[in-house]
């Protein structure tokens, strides 16, 4: 079973307390794509600009990721520069330059229509309901977001929360959507927009989901050196769709599950700058620290 991911592949700065990089290969699309190809194949809609280096395209495809829908335009590539200090759970945003992000229209082949997987990772929404326009009769539906949507496109997000079946947010963003402090409360109201499952990420802290039949919180796994935590989130998102896309059924078993494998590989990224730990896994490695951390578990 293939899976569709909408959103940004970028060219990232980024400095923490570990160091710094430049014009790393980043972007909600690409990190949750390089999560996600372990379970299935991954199918990634986004734009570059002239600018971007055609080695990251190369890498990206050696990796098995389907590039037929990265579209390549006149103009600079969306760029992201931030900085992590302290606990580094917040990155403090420096620059963004949107370049041909700005006039992206989503376009996907025949066969990528009918695909019945799909994430929409966080971009406009308004290009990813563009998107999801375009599909004939997809199956699951999930949807990721930020908090510049949410202050600037408030009703076209929640326009959007109701055709899809996942909301995935951190806890900044669940509180600033729901206006509820409590993230039982925010995942109440989150479902309440239309979404039949809301996960809730809280760093460190692990993450919580949310549906009408069952909740259930787990713990982050410990990670003894976090060297930069950009793309962690949709590293997370990526573990977690890929690992249900490859289960098929969705039920308590395989959700519990997905979100113990999120949660490790979202473990793996933090460990490196950028893709440098990601690109390099093993699902050997991934299945290692499931079981170890899944022993954690065990009282």
């Known amino acids: 079973m293939s899976l569709v991911v909408l959103g940004t592949v970028a060219l990232d700065t980024v400095k923490t307390p570990r160091g710094s990089r430049r014009d790393m290969l980043g972007g909600s699309a690409a990190h949750f794509a390089m999560a996600a190809r372990f379970f299935a194949p991954v199918n990634l809609v986004a734009v570059v600009g002239a600018d971007f280096p055609a080695g990251h395209i190369e890498f990206m495809r050696k990796k098995g990721i389907v590039l037929t829908s990265l579209k390549k335009e006149r103009g600079q590539t969306f760029r992201w520069e931030g900085e992590y200090k302290g606990d580094m759970n917040t990155a403090l945003t420096l620059n963004t330059e949107l370049g041909v992000l ?4 989503p376009e996907l082949t025949p066969e990528q ?7 929409l990772a966080n971009v406009d929404p308004d290009i990813q309901s563009r998107l999801l326009d375009s599909l ?5 539906v999930a949807l990721d977001s930020m908090n510049y949507w949410i202050m600037h496109k ?3 997000l929640i326009r959007l929360l109701k055709r899809v079946d996942i909301f995935v947010a951190n ?3 669940a509180r600033a959507l729901s206006g509820e402090h409590s993230l039982l409360e925010a995942a109440r109201g989150l479902r309440k927009l239309g979404p039949r499952m809301v996960l809730i990420k809280k760093g460190e802290h692990g993450v919580l989901f949310y549906s009408d039949n069952f909740v259930f919180s787990l713990p982050a796994y410990p990670v003894k050196k976090v060297i930069d935590p950009t793309g962690a989130g949709d590293s997370f998102a990526g573990g977690f769709m890929g690992y249900l896309v490859s289960g098929r059924a969705v039920n308590r078993k395989t959700l519990k599950k997905a979100v113990g494998y999120a949660t490790v590989i979202a473990s793996f990224n933090v460990e490196g700058f950028g893709m ?3 690109s390099s896994l093993t699902l050997k490695e991934i299945h290692g620290r499931f079981q170890a951390y899944r022993r954690n578990l065990i009282i």
Not at 102 to 105: A, E, I, L
Not at 113 to 119: A, G
Not at 136 to 140: A, D, E, G, S, V
Request: net charge positive; no cysteine; hydrophobic share 30%.
């Open 276 to 278: 440098e730990r990601t």
């Open 113 to 119: 229509e009918k695909m019945k997987y799909i994430f």
């Open 102 to 105: 700005s006039v992206f229209r």
């Open 171 to 173: 806890d900044a963003e």
């Open 154 to 156: 408030r009703k076209q």
């Open 136 to 140: 004939r009769t997809p199956k699951l």
